[in-house]
T-cell receptor, first 114, second 113 residues
Framework: GAVVSQHPSWVICKSGTSVKIECRSLDFQATTMFWYRQFPKQSLMLMATSNEGSKATYEQGVEKDKFLINHASLTLSTLTVTSAHPEDSSFYIC??????????FGPGTRLLVL | AQSVTQLGSHVSVSEGALVLLRCNYSSSVPPYLFWYVQYPNQGLQLLLKYTTGATLVKGINGFEAEFKKSETSFHLTKPSAHMSDAAEYFCAVSRTNAGKSTFGDGTTLTVKP
């Protein structure tokens, strides 16, 4: 199947700093990517839909000014957690939609905010 | 609106025994259904999916699932559990063949030797 990568896989940062997470589709072009968040022992919750060349669509309750999404190319979407706080500590997972489907998930990025 | 209910947050089976993980869904339109597996500290891997056509879907690692519209179910089975099957399993429903999915709460499968 198609490969989706995320970078970094682990990040530890201080409270108040910003963190950028990259999601790349390695062998296909993805006009649409999705960002999910997973707290420990919980399921995945969709945060936003990222469309290449346009603004992301955020799910209800997700702060768009805090979680900045940029889908600048057909193979890269970035999620920036701005002014991170400890409650933002979570596992962030992206998925990239292959033309005609399905979506493939990245390996996830674990964020720890101290 | 769509939702997914996974019955049983924890399932424990013996190695070689049948694996049955239950998933019920609700959807206002014909659903696309997925099962994913997640190993500790890793992303999700697609096990199998139902879109249209044959209601019995075969996936990787010997897993299969049957779409039963009358029961709004999409249970995951494997005839003989292996130790390597121990993981978290998520059922998901989508309106399209990909992407914006609603996930169940997950079922942790434990396989005893």
């Amino acid at each position: 199947g198609a490969v989706v990568s995320q970078h970094p896989s682990w990040v530890i940062c201080k409270s108040g700093t910003s963190v950028k997470i990259e999601c790349r589709s390695l062998d296909f072009q993805a006009t649409t990517m999705f960002w999910y968040r997973q707290f420990p022992k919980q399921s995945l919750m969709l945060m936003a839909t990222s469309n290449e060349g346009s603004k992301a669509t955020y799910e209800q309750g997700v702060e768009k000014d805090k979680f900045l999404i940029n889908h600048a190319s057909l193979t890269l979407s970035t999620l920036t957690v701005t002014s991170a706080h400890p409650e933002d500590s979570s596992f962030y997972i992206c998925s990239a939609l292959e033309p005609g489907g399905p979506a493939y998930f990245g390996p996830g990025t674990r964020l720890l905010v101290l | 609106a769509q939702s997914v209910t996974q019955l049983g947050s924890h399932v424990s089976v013996s190695e070689g025994a049948l694996v049955l993980l239950r998933c019920n869904y609700s959807s206002s339109v014909p659903p696309y259904l997925f099962w994913y597996v997640q190993y500790p500290n890793q992303g999700l891997q697609l096990l199998l999916k139902y879109t249209t056509g044959a209601t019995l879907v075969k996936g990787i690692n010997g897993f299969e699932a049957e779409f039963k519209k009358s029961e709004t179910s999409f249970h995951l089975t494997k005839p003989s559990a292996h130790m390597s099957d121990a993981a978290e399993y998520f059922c998901a429903v989508s309106r399209t063949n990909a992407g914006k999915s609603t996930f169940g709460d997950g079922t942790t499968l434990t396989v005893k030797p």
